[in-house]
């Protein structure tokens, strides 16, 4: 079935390290995104790509690195810069496409620094 | 780019319809209203959009005023099932900046038996 796969569920991270975060897709979608959720809020925007090779900063990306090598992947590298990296991350991807296109979004992964 | 606003939490009684409001004073002609819902702790699901005109389908139905500024999600029979965090989203569907989806803080939908 088509669909997009983080992993992993759960996370855990001493202070101080970098994580990586994976994200997979096999829709063919040239765009992916990555959202962070804080408890009780909603999505902030860390980083989009369009195309591979590409990626663009969101609202909130401090702290945070992609890359982009493969149409299929976007990984997220959590690094020890960010200061609070405890939270719920969403990946999605979507055509790249003017009008009507509709995000699809993986189950997320739950990032704790202890 | 255009921003919205959800009251943070409703009731709804099971069996009634459910008319979540959304207001987005600032939206432009280019920009589309998506609403997803998110059940607690899974990736947020995609459930229906416009651009001007209403739109039904078989989850539910937009009303956009003719302003465009606000809108209306209206789920005609709610079931338990359907409490969760519903987000209405604007999404620039050509120019600039186009593709980019921006979710607010939803309404939590609180269906009681």
């Known amino acids: 079935d088509g669909g997009i796969t983080q992993s992993p569920k759960y996370l855990f991270r001493k202070e101080g390290q970098n994580v990586t975060l994976s994200c997979e897709q096999n829709?063919?979608?040239?765009?992916m995104y990555w959202y962070r959720q804080d408890p009780g809020q909603g999505l902030r925007l860390i980083y989009y790509?369009?195309?591979?090779?590409?990626?663009q900063k969101g609202d909130i990306a401090e702290g945070y690195s992609v890359s982009r090598e493969k149409k299929e992947s976007f990984p997220l590298t959590v690094t020890s810069a960010q200061k609070n990296p405890t939270a719920f991350y969403l990946c999605?991807?979507?055509?790249?496409?003017?009008?009507?296109?509709?995000?699809?979004f993986g189950q997320g992964t739950r990032l704790t620094v202890v | 780019d255009a921003k919205t606003t959800q009251p943070p939490s409703m009731d709804c009684a099971e069996g009634r319809a459910a008319n979540l409001p959304c207001n987005h004073s600032?939206?432009?002609?280019?920009?589309?209203v998506y609403w997803y819902r998110q059940i607690h702790s899974q990736g947020p699901q995609y459930i229906i959009h416009?651009?001007?005109n209403n739109e039904t389908n078989e989850m539910a139905s937009l009303i956009i005023t003719e302003d465009r500024k606000s809108s209306t999600l209206i789920l005609p029979h709610a079931t338990l099932r359907d409490t969760a965090v519903y987000y209405c989203?604007?999404?620039?569907?050509?120019?600039?900046?186009?593709?980019?989806?921006?979710f607010g803080s939803g309404t939590k939908l609180n269906v009681k038996p």
């Open positions: 829709l063919n979608h040239d765009a």
């Open positions: 999605a991807s979507s055509a790249w496409d003017r009008g009507h296109t509709e995000a699809f």
């Open positions: 989203i604007v999404r620039v569907a050509w120019g600039d900046n186009f593709n980019k989806f921006y």
């Open positions: 600032t939206i432009s002609g280019n920009e589309y």
């Open positions: 416009g651009l001007k």
């Open positions: 790509s369009q195309i591979v090779n590409d990626f």
